[in-house]
T-cell receptor, first 115, second 108 residues
Framework: DADVTQTPRNRITKTGKRIMLECSQTKGHDRMYWYRQDPGLGLRLIYYSFDVKDINKGEISDGYSVSRQAQAKFSLSLESAIPNQTALYFC??????????????FGPGTRLTVL | GIQVEQSPPDLILQEGANSTLRCNFSDSVNNLQWFHQNPWGQLINLFYIPSGTKQNGRLSATTVATERYSLLYISSSQTTDSGVYFCAVGYNTDKLIFGTGTRLQVFP
């Protein structure tokens, strides 16, 4: 079984709808991240969380919110989806230990289309 | 903020050829990762290599942190190596900054 899972894997929605993307991990990592990838570009950080009570904005957080329900779960919400939020969304995790060196591990991605 | 540049942007090879992909970064880093994004969009961790050299089968990577670059070597390329290769770096935080990638196409 995959260590980092994302649901749904694909989603088509309409402008103005509220959407939630979910991420779960079995790696036991404290740190979780949400990234967005636009066509032809690298990933950009939306939000990240170091533990259940710690949420931080990334470089492109406008229009998004997150919830860290448990150590293993981190959800991304689009309160009112717009077409330019059409993208591939990735969840990632990392271990806080110095020995782990902050290597990040990524889920399979969610392809979101906003019409 | 830190800048990450990858070259070449596109690479076309015939099966069996070797290649070198380069990643330059503009500041000191304590995290550097190489990823392969396959045609289905999945990101696969290749190397965690903030410094030094590592090898995994036909792939190897070298990071020279003092000169702010990393190289990914692919030997005896196969069609399954096709996709986009990303370099990503982090510095004093847990955030990864991604380059724009090298798109590799390997033909039989």
């Amino acid at each position: 079984d995959a260590d980092v899972t994302q649901t749904p894997r694909n989603r088509i929605t309409k402008t103005g709808k509220r959407i939630m993307l979910e991420c779960s991990q079995t790696k036991g990592h404290d740190r979780m991240y949400w990234y967005r990838q636009d066509p032809g570009l690298g990933l950009r950080l939306i939000y990240y969380s170091f533990d259940v009570k710690d949420i931080n904005k990334g470089e492109i957080s406008d229009g998004y919110s997150v919830s860290r329900q448990a150590q293993a779960k981190f959800s991304l919400s689009l309160e009112s989806a717009i077409p330019n939020q059409t993208a591939l969304y990735f969840c990632a995790t990392s271990d806080r230990s110095v020995a782990a060196g902050n290597e990040q591990f990524f889920g399979p991605g969610t392809r979101l289309t906003v019409l | 903020g830190i800048q990450v540049e990858q070259s070449p942007p596109d690479l076309i090879l015939q099966e069996g050829a070797n290649s070198t992909l380069r990643c330059n970064f503009s500041d000191s880093v304590n995290n550097l990762q190489w990823f392969h994004q396959n045609p289905w969009g999945q990101l696969i961790n290749l190397f965690y290599i903030p410094s030094g050299t590592k090898q995994n089968g036909r792939l190897s990577a070298t990071t020279v942190a003092t000169e702010r670059y990393s190289l990914l070597y692919i030997s005896s390329s196969q069609t399954t190596d096709s996709g986009v290769y990303f370099c990503a770096v982090g510095y004093n935080t847990d955030k990864l900054i991604f380059g724009t990638g090298t798109r590799l196409q390997v033909f039989p």
